[in-house]
């Protein structure tokens, strides 16, 4: 493993990135675009790493084609979810916690920990980029962009249909239990899990980035045991009761069939 200076740079950029993220925060006060700072931070990353490395063209344009869709669409997505309906609960119960410090703490806390986990996350597809052999795009590529593909789709689908069912009336009260929401309760962390499996996969063209699991796992720990379905599930269910029932038929990560159907008439909608 050759840790080249571009690395460091990259981690500076996606710091400077987040500070800028705090500063706007302050001023609306409301840290919830952090999110949509997220998936352009991954962005940005590309783009810096192809500016500033020589590896093989064509795997290059792949990992950055990639990554830019991902990104933007993510980020869009986060900044059309939030709009006009003030700080999302997850930073709301962070500042009302940390009280009158939240302005300072939330530097650390919410910004500047995004930008150290981003940039390991993005290892991966860093390494991937900068690697000059092998002078062929392969099996590998091919491979873990498929594997992105089904992630990306995964994530897409799945947030335009829960969209889509809240954006119902009707709806308002109900659980989210139709389409690929039926087979997990967070089809959209098992996606942005893929994606990063499928960078990693297409980076391991060149064996040397091994050490790059790194990345794929860290999102996986993050999105399963850290900020991603413990804080939110926590969050339903001090909110709403009736979603454990979701809980009891649903998986909670990997798709597969629901153990039972129940009615969900006096259940909750999902905030994914």
């Known amino acids: 493993m050759v840790f080249d200076s571009f690395y460091l740079d990259n981690l500076l950029a996606a710091i400077l990135l987040m500070g800028l993220g705090w500063v706007v925060s302050l001023v609306r006060r409301d840290v919830t675009h952090v999110d949509a700072l997220w998936g352009l931070g991954f962005v940005m990353i590309a783009w810096l790493t192809w ?3 020589d590896g093989y063209a064509p795997r290059q344009a792949l990992l950055l084609g990639l990554t830019t869709v991902w990104g933007v669409r993510l980020a869009a997505y986060m900044a059309w979810r939030s709009r006009g309906k003030g700080e999302d609960p997850r930073y709301a119960s962070w500042r009302r916690s ?20 981003l940039w390991v996350i993005a290892l ?18 091919l491979i873990g962009a ?14 335009w249909q829960l969209a889509r069912f809240k954006s119902d ?11 690929l929401w039926r087979y997990s309760r967070h089809p959209n962390y098992f996606g942005e899990c893929l994606v990063w499996w499928g960078v990693f996969v297409v980076g391991l063209s060149q064996i040397q980035n091994w050490w790059t699991i790194i990345s794929p796992l860290v999102i996986t720990i993050v999105l399963l045991k850290m900020t991603g379905v413990p804080l939110t599930e926590k969050l339903l269910i001090e909110k709403r009761p009736a979603y454990r029932r979701y809980i009891e038929r649903t998986p909670a990560f990997v798709p597969w069939l629901p153990r039972h159907r129940r009615p969900t008439e006096d259940a909750h909608e999902n905030i994914d």
């Open 169 to 179: 009336p009707a709806n308002r009260g109900r659980v989210m239990d139709r389409g």
């Open 146 to 159: 498929g594997i992105w593909l089904v992630g990306f789709a995964f994530e897409s689908i799945g947030d």
């Open 124 to 141: 991966a597809l860093q390494a991937g980029m900068a690697a000059g052999e092998p002078s062929r795009l392969g099996m590998l590529d």
């Open 51 to 53: 500016s500033r490395t």
């Open 98 to 117: 940390s009280g009158a410090a939240f302005w300072w703490t939330s530097l650390f806390k919410v910004f500047v920990l995004q930008a150290l986990f």
